[in-house]
């Protein structure tokens, strides 16, 4: 029982959860499959096409973790886009989910994987916790959640389409996106497979 408490709790990652896979890749690396080119370009999800008019899929990655798929990330992007300075531009990630996992254990894995682009204040770090765990619920297999970063004004989310609480802060929603995208990055892999093409 003890060993299957532990597995469930390394199991609760997901929007920003990539540090706790981190903690245990030496000995069971993740592994990042990349989208088939010559797949059909997915369907734009209906709050992407609202926020960000002409977005593209721009790259997308499947987190696996012991060959179990946990989500599929897509990062859509508008026209002009440059990955080598993308919080300066609006655009959404997309994350669909194969597993079940808490929201409260995201928001804390979403924070420790932050850290890893630079020091933040107990306020800042309290406040952004707090105000993530009321923003990200707990998931099932079939859920979808999109992410808007919008540069000088912060980051919104939908869960299945439905709004979720705003977080009003550039600076939370740069480092928080910067979980995927930043170099300080734990999975350079899917970074290099959502940023695949570099511009549009």
Known sequence: MQERRGYSR???LGLGGLASWTLI???YPSTCRAANPAEASPPTPPEVQAELPGAQALGSATLRFLGLAIY???LWVQSGFNASIYALSPFALELNYFRNLSGA???ERSLKEMRRQGPLSDEREQAWLQAMMRTF???KAGDRITGLHTPGAG???WFNGQIRPALNDPDFSRIFFGIW???ATSEPQMRSQLLRRGAV
């Open 105 to 107: 254990l995201i928001a």
């Open 155 to 157: 980051a919104r989310f």
């Open 72 to 74: 599929e990330a897509r």
């Open 10 to 12: 390394r199991a609760a």
């Open 181 to 183: 995208l930043s170099d």
């Open 137 to 139: 619920p707990d998931v």
């Open 25 to 27: 890749s030496a000995s």
